[in-house]
């Protein structure tokens, strides 16, 4: 059963920074191409970061240039730093394949709040 748990959400004042983390079952990390989406209240989901199977990545525009997605292939580990937080950044975050598994896990909250 595939389980995917993203972690290190939190409050944070705008300017500042975060790294989230997905651990998933398997080795569904290091064999997928994989992204961090975001659900912002009354929004919908929306892809913000992906990384190809090859190690190749890309970026929403709005979180361009802040936000940095990696992998840990030894510890099938994803994460996502983000630096420079906005306002707007605040939402759940979760980890999944790309495109996405049907199964999704909890997410990990980040609000960004002064």
């Known amino acids: 059963q595939v389980q995917l748990v993203e972690s290190g959400g939190g409050l944070v004042q705008p300017g500042g920074s975060l790294r989230l983390f997905c651990k998933a079952s398997?080795?569904?990390?290091?064999?997928?191409?994989m992204g961090w989406y975001r659900q912002a209240p009354g929004k919908q989901r929306e892809l913000v970061a992906h990384?190809?199977?090859?190690?190749?990545?890309n970026y929403a525009e709005s979180v361009k240039g802040r936000f940095t997605i990696a992998r840990d292939i030894a510890t099938d580990t994803l994460c996502l730093q983000m630096i420079s937080l906005k306002l707007e950044d605040t939402a759940i975050y979760y980890c999944?394949?790309?495109?996405?598994?049907?199964?999704w896990g909890e997410g990990t909250l980040v609000t960004v709040s002064s």
């Open positions: 999944n394949t790309n495109p996405p598994l049907s199964y």
């Open positions: 398997g080795s569904i990390v290091s064999t997928y191409a």
């Open positions: 990384i190809y199977s090859i190690g190749l990545t």
